[in-house]
DNA sequence: ATGTCTGCAAAGCTTTTGCACTGAT
DNA sequence: ATCAGTGCAAAAGCTTTGCAGACAT
C-alpha cells in the first residue's frame, strides 16, 4: 500500500515537470486549475470523458469549469500527458499516457466495455506509413467485437440475431 | 470510358442485390429513399458525412431529410455496405466498404487529409484479440502525422513550433 | 499593471426524437 | 388498410465562444 502510494507520488510529481516544462516553453501561466486537473487526471486510470472528469472534481469540491477542462485538455494533448479517443461514439474519450507503455484497445460492441491489448504493430505502422512519404505521430488502433463476457452471457444466439 | 462504366454498374448492382437481400431479411422496406441513398454512396469512392451527402443529394434534386439519412446510415451499417470512422473530429465520417480491399489511413494533422493504405495488420489483430478471448467483427487503424504535401511545404521549420 | 485564464451562459454543430403524413406491403 | 418509414422541426448532447472578472506574471 504505501509502496504503491509512493509509486504513483513520484508519476504525479514527473507529469507535474513535463507540464510545468510545457507551461514553460509555451510561456503559458502555471495556474492552480491545470494543475488539479492534471492530478486528477493521473490519479485514475482508464478512460474519461471530460463530463466525468467534471463530476470526479466536483466530488472532491473542486470547482471547475467545463470551459477550462476543455481548454485543459487541448494543452495536456499538446503536450502529450493525455491521448484523445472516439470509439464510434460523438463523445470525446481521454486516457492518461505518460509512462504508460503503448497498447491498443478492444471495444466490446455489445457493452461498451473497453480493454486494452498490446498488439506491437507499432513498426509495421512506422514502415509502412514511411514509404508513403508520411511521417507518424502517433497512432490508434480501435478493435470492435464481442468480449468474453458478452460471449458467455450470449450462448446459443449469437448467430441469429444480427 | 464505356468498360469503366460497366465495372461501376456491375459494383452497383452487386450493392443492391446486398441491400436488398437485407431489407428482406430484417422485414425492412424497400424504400426508394434507400436506394437512392445507396446509389449517391456508391457512385461516389473516399470519405464523406451526412451534410456532405445531403448537398450532393440535394443537388441532384433527390430531397431526403437529414433524419432519414442517418437512419439509413445504420442500416447500411448493419448490413455492411459502409463503414463509419472518427477521425478526431466530432464528425462522423463514412465510407462505402462493399468490393473494396481492406485498407487503413493516413491522416495528417497538418491539413486534415485522409489517405489510405495497406497494412496488413489483419492476422496480427485476429491473434492478439482471440488470446484475449475477444470475437473481432472489424478494426480501424488510424495513423496520424504528417503527409507529404505538409512536409515539402514546411521545410526548416519542423522541429521548432511545436 | 497587464493581459492571460477562468467561469458562466449563450451559441454552434452534429445527431436524435416526436409527430403527422405518406406510401410499401 | 396497416404501420414502417419519411420529412420537418424541435430537442438533446457535446463542444466552442464571448465577455466580464480574477489572478499569474
Redesign the pocket.
Known amino acids: 500500500m504505501a509502496e504503491k502510494k509512493q509509486v504513483s507520488t513520484r508519476l504525479l510529481e514527473n507529469v507535474k515537470k513535463v507540464l510545468t516544462d510545457y ?2 516553453v ?9 494543475y488539479a ?1 492534471l492530478e486528477e487526471i493521473y490519479s485514475r486510470t482508464g478512460h474519461f ?3 466525468a472528469l467534471f463530476m470526479y472534481m466536483k466530488d472532491k469540491n ?14 495536456l494533448l499538446d503536450a502529450k500527458l493525455i491521448v484523445k479517443h ?1 470509439f464510434g ?5 481521454f486516457e492518461r499516457v505518460y509512462g504508460n507503455r503503448p497498447h491498443d484497445h478492444l471495444i466490446c460492441l455489445e457493452c461498451g466495455e473497453v480493454s486494452e491489448v498490446d498488439t506491437e504493430i507499432e513498426a509495421t505502422v512506422k514502415d509502412v506509413a514511411e514509404r508513403a512519404e508520411f511521417t507518424v505521430a502517433h497512432h490508434s488502433l480501435y478493435i470492435y467485437g464481442m468480449c468474453k463476457k458478452c460471449k458467455t452471457s450470449k450462448v446459443g444466439s449469437l448467430e441469429n440475431n444480427n
Not at 509555451?26 to 491545470?34: D, G, V
Not at 461514439?89 to 474519450?93: G, P, R, V, Y
Request: aromatic content about 6%; cysteine-free.
Open positions: 507551461l514553460e509555451h510561456q503559458h501561466r502555471k495556474t492552480p486549475e491545470r486537473i470523458d471530460v463530463e473542486y470547482r471547475v469549469s467545463r470551459a477550462t477542462l476543455y481548454n485543459t485538455m487541448d494543452l472516439q461514439k460523438n463523445i470525446a474519450q
